[in-house]
């Protein structure tokens, strides 16, 4: 089974998703599971994980709506208020509307103090996942990379997964900071990585697959295969390519390895990452 372990729906409202400015008219639309499954019938991928674009239970509410109706959907990563003094029952309620609810993530990126991930409140809800075998999604620039790996440090057990690469700054060519720090995010057991929403830091439209070669090679070389997801961030990517190009990018790349490899990173490894469970669905 081929899993796209990251992208995005939603139905476009400008209050909801205020980070889609003027420079991404494309994206000001609604997304939704049939215009996904389009793009799966050009790249024999089965399904996807769902990840949430807008910070809101109701998003978490209606990607668990999507699922109940489409079993291309084979897990959600939603949103709650980590930082709620009710994290405890909110996770709680989640689980019980729906066993796809796999995981959570908070756009990290966006707050303004760089050091957000490492707040008291947000860690104690951090600590509250593990008990519901809960994944997080840790969404984040490089400049979070250092206070990222304290972060994970207090929590040894817990199930992390790093978005985009850490979106490094491909368009300036500039990799060494970010370098060091993934290697240093790779020693710890309970991170993976995905291989997604690297066309976007780029100059749209205009990258050449070498751009992402040397920073495809640091992932690798630090997560092996075994802990590295491939992910569209589809519909977000359409900023500067197409679904197809996009898994055109990672295909030429792990073209190399064997095909238990590939197996690995095109699906495998999302089902054992987010606990798919296949028979399921």
Not at 13 to 25: E, G, K, L
Not at 34 to 63: H, M, R, W, Y
Not at 110 to 126: C, M, Q, R, S, V
Not at 194 to 206: C, I, L, N, Q, R
């Amino acid at each position: 089974m081929k899993i796209d372990s990251h992208q995005h729906f939603w139905k476009y409202n400008p209050a909801d998703h205020i980070w889609i400015n003027d420079t991404m008219s494309i994206l000001k639309r609604d997304y939704l599971p049939e215009d996904l499954k389009k793009e799966f019938g050009k790249t024999a991928i089965d399904g996807s994980v769902a990840v949430q674009a807008s910070q809101s239970e109701a998003e978490t509410n209606f990607l668990i709506s999507l699922a109940k109706e489409n079993k291309s959907i084979k897990a959600i990563v939603g949103w709650a208020d980590l930082r709620a003094k009710n994290i405890d029952e909110r996770l709680s309620y989640f689980i019980d509307s729906c066993t796809t609810i796999k995981g959570f993530r908070h756009v990290v990126h966006d707050e303004p103090n760089a050091n957000f991930i490492l707040g008291k409140a947000f860690n104690y809800g951090i600590s509250q996942l593990e008990k519901y075998n809960l994944t997080y999604d840790i969404l984040i620039f490089p400049i979070h990379l250092e206070a990222t790996i304290q972060f994970i440090k207090a929590h040894p057990n817990q199930k992390f997964i790093i978005d985009h690469i850490a979106k490094p700054y491909i368009e300036k060519k500039e990799i060494n900071v970010w370098k060091s720090h993934m290697q240093a995010l790779s020693t710890f057991d309970n991170v993976w990585c995905k291989v997604s929403g690297m066309v976007t830091e780029t100059k749209w439209h205009t990258w050449k697959y070498e751009d992402f070669e040397p920073y495809l090679d640091v992932v690798f070389e630090s997560f092996g295969t075994n802990r590295v997801l491939f992910g569209s961030d589809w519909p977000v990517c359409l900023l500067s390519a197409s679904y197809v190009e996009v898994k055109g990018i990672i295909d030429q790349y792990i073209s190399k390895f064997s095909e238990q490899e590939k197996n690995k990173i095109m699906g495998k490894n999302a089902i054992a990452f987010y606990g798919i469970d296949i028979q399921q669905k």
